[in-house]
């Protein structure tokens, strides 16, 4: 233990000042966001325009945060609102309450709540931070609406839905690289990730393809 | 203003010894009153000799709000006590409100810092009433993301241990590696931390695309970052000297207070439930428990830092044997249908309603099950009443029974070492206070 010690600690900070900086501009310059990030919901809706949400409340029973409320009501039979019998009427999302967990993406059984990227975004007043359906819907383009308080940055509201397409095969082999979603405004139906068997070529000897089942839509 | 456990009732006198024998006591708080002082401290210090200091609850380096009342003689603290409730959010009655299938977003909120643990816990203590087996590949992902955990939860020690010690270049340094860590979990879970990723009977989603080039760049980018932190604090004398002999402990008290961990490792005692009572697939890699020499707080982060390396040990074998197959159980009552059977059939969309909705039944009875989490022996107890929802949830927090040794760590300490000492404990207040 002699100066060469104490010396050669410091010289691994100095060092830093050649190396090349880990740290970016904030605010300016933001680091890429990965694709299964959860940030704030949009209601998606088919590619015909028609809503998914058919008013279920399983998203609302399944959140442990109790943020979200929802009413449905029976469609309109000149003007339906959704494929379905019923469509959700009332939407709501608190996000002073979202702990962003994404349980309500998995829930969905039609996969009408799924997750942008968007997690910048701030309130100066606890009403703006309740979502309603109007603000949860994506727009005519299949995007989600860029609200005045959201920071989005351009080409960032593609990416979503991601998490609900990792969750889908729930944990059963045979079903991973399935589609088992339908196709989104804006979208169509999208790729599912390549997934474990995709890393070797060599398919697994059990997997059986959901199609031979029947009925898959 | 004087400590309320200063009374003198049913106080075994004690006979001389060495500081460390005389620190021994059979409860970690409530006789360090009566406890005589070691030789060269007066015993019967008068109320005007002493001085009564608070540090925290917000003070910089009592990791989030930890509260210390010190008794100070001079530059030396002759008690201390640590008062915790600061950040208590009564999370496990809220356990009690939610599923099993919502419990682990409670849970992994209690150890801020490695929430993979929480989770890993609180699933093994379910899939144990249940009486399931969980799919290898779960098993193997399960170990591959706490491993990670580890690390990067070290790495966090790493930062604040040298932020509380002045060595600010180490803070920096250790949340940029942090940062390369948690940068990988939220791509598999999409969430930097608190993922609610390992569910009861499996994990959530399977690992994404590309996360073996992701893990194999981390173990290599963070082992010539680890040989610079020997260089920059390990053998730089300024560190040595002011850790090396700081906040000693010896193998029976730590036994005495139930501290587990790094802290128990420290003072040479090999105790690591991966090795001595083996869950996941831990039986299956070769590694390492790491222990110490001497009890200090030198010990406690050298301990730590080798950690990290045995931890990348650990993961480079994950690599190699990762299984493929399914990640989830596939037991229709506890795992929701794939989302193609959802359209398909009735039964799976009455599952899956029900699973989402009500949650699943876990049979009557009582469980604990316990894992190595960074901190210690984090355990998780469920008294199960036969619904869908815990009767009892009680966490075991390592972080909480570890600081019952900060009273020992500290006494006839100086003033200055107490930030070095609770640094080595590494508490994570979310855990103490739950």
């Known amino acids: ?217 | 203003m004087s400590l309320d456990h200063d009374q003198t009732t049913d106080a075994r006198v004690r006979e001389r010894g060495d500081s460390a024998v005389l620190r021994m006591s059979e409860s970690a708080l409530a006789q360090l009153g009566v406890i005589d002082a070691p030789a060269g401290v007066a015993h019967d210090l008068a109320e005007d000799e002493t001085m009564f200091i608070n540090m925290g609850p917000s003070h910089p380096s009592t990791h989030g709000v930890l509260r210390l009342m010190l008794e100070l003689r001079g530059e030396m603290v002759v008690r201390s006590k640590p008062v915790i409730g600061y950040l208590h959010t009564g999370m496990e009655k809220q356990g009690e409100q939610l599923s099993y299938l919502q419990g682990t977003t409670n849970v992994t909120r209690m150890d801020y810092a490695s929430p993979l643990f929480n989770e890993l816990a609180f699933s093994m203590a379910v899939e144990e009433l249940l009486g399931l087996e969980v799919p290898p590949r779960a098993t193997w992902i399960r170990m591959l993301l706490t491993e990670l955990n580890r690390m990067s939860s070290h790495l966090l020690f790493m930062a604040t241990n040298g932020m509380d010690l002045g060595a600010v270049s180490m803070m920096i340094f250790g949340w940029r590696e942090r940062e390369e860590v948690l940068r990988f979990f939220e791509k598999v879970s999409g969430l930097r931390m608190n993922h609610n990723f390992i569910r009861p009977g499996g994990v959530a989603a399977d690992l994404p695309d590309g996360w073996r080039d992701d893990v194999l760049r981390l173990l290599e980018l963070i082992p010539p970052r680890l040989d610079e932190y020997d260089t920059l604090m390990t053998g730089q004398p300024i560190w040595q000297e002011r850790l090396q002999g700081v906040g000693v402990l010896n193998t029976a008290e730590a036994l005495a207070l139930g501290v587990t961990g790094p802290l128990l490792r420290s003072t040479g005692y090999a105790w690591d439930l991966r090795r001595d009572m083996p869950y996941l697939a831990y039986d299956k890699v070769e590694f390492d428990v790491v222990v110490g020499t001497y009890g200090d707080s030198f010990d406690r982060y050298a301990i730590r830092l080798n950690e990290i390396r045995e931890s990348m040990r650990i993961v480079a074998q994950i690599l190699d044997q990762m299984p493929k197959g399914d990640y989830r159980v596939q037991d229709k009552k506890v795992t929701p249908p794939p989302r193609a059977r959802i359209d398909e059939s009735m039964e799976a969309l009455i599952h899956h309603f029900k699973i989402f909705t009500e949650g699943f039944k876990v049979p009557e009875g009582e469980v604990y099950a316990a894992v190595e989490s960074p901190r210690g022996e984090l355990g998780c107890y469920i008294v199960s009443d036969g619904s869908a929802h815990p009767y009892r949830l009680r966490i075991r927090p390592p972080s909480l029974i570890n600081l019952q040794c900060l009273p020992y760590l500290m006494q006839n300490g100086l003033i200055a070492d107490a930030v070095a000492n609770i640094s080595s404990v590494d508490p994570i207040m979310g855990e103490v206070d739950r």
Not at chain 1, 124 to 145: C, F, H, M, W
Not at chain 1, 155 to 164: L, Q
């Open chain 1, 1 to 217: 233990m002699g100066v060469l010690d104490y010396l050669r600690g410091f010289r691994v900070t100095f060092d830093k000042l050649f190396e090349e900086r880990v740290t970016t501009e904030y605010p300016e310059e933001k680091s890429p966001k990965p694709d299964r990030l959860h940030g704030r919901h949009v209601l998606n809706r088919y590619e015909d325009g028609m809503e998914k949400c058919i008013g279920c409340e399983l998203c609302a029973g399944v959140c442990p945060a109790k943020c979200i409320y929802v009413r449905g009501q029976d469609n309109p039979l000149d003007e339906p609102v959704s494929p379905g019998e019923r469509f959700g009427y009332i939407y709501e999302i608190n996000y002073l309450r979202c702990i962003h967990c994404d349980l309500c993406v998995e829930a969905c059984p039609t996969q009408a709540i799924t997750e942008t990227k968007l997690f910048e975004f701030s309130f100066t007043n606890r009403s703006d931070a309740i979502y309603t359906k109007d603000e949860l819907l994506v727009g005519d383009d299949g995007l989600p609406q860029n609200l005045p308080w959201e920071d989005w940055r351009p080409g960032e509201d593609v990416a979503t839905s991601a998490w609900m397409r990792a969750t889908s095969p729930a944990g059963d082999a045979d079903y991973v690289g399935t589609v088992g979603w339908s196709g989104e405004l804006g979208y169509g139906v999208r790729a599912p990730e390549v997934g474990q068997f995709g890393e070797d070529p060599e398919p697994p000897a059990a997997e059986v393809d959901p199609v031979d089942e029947g009925g898959h839509h």
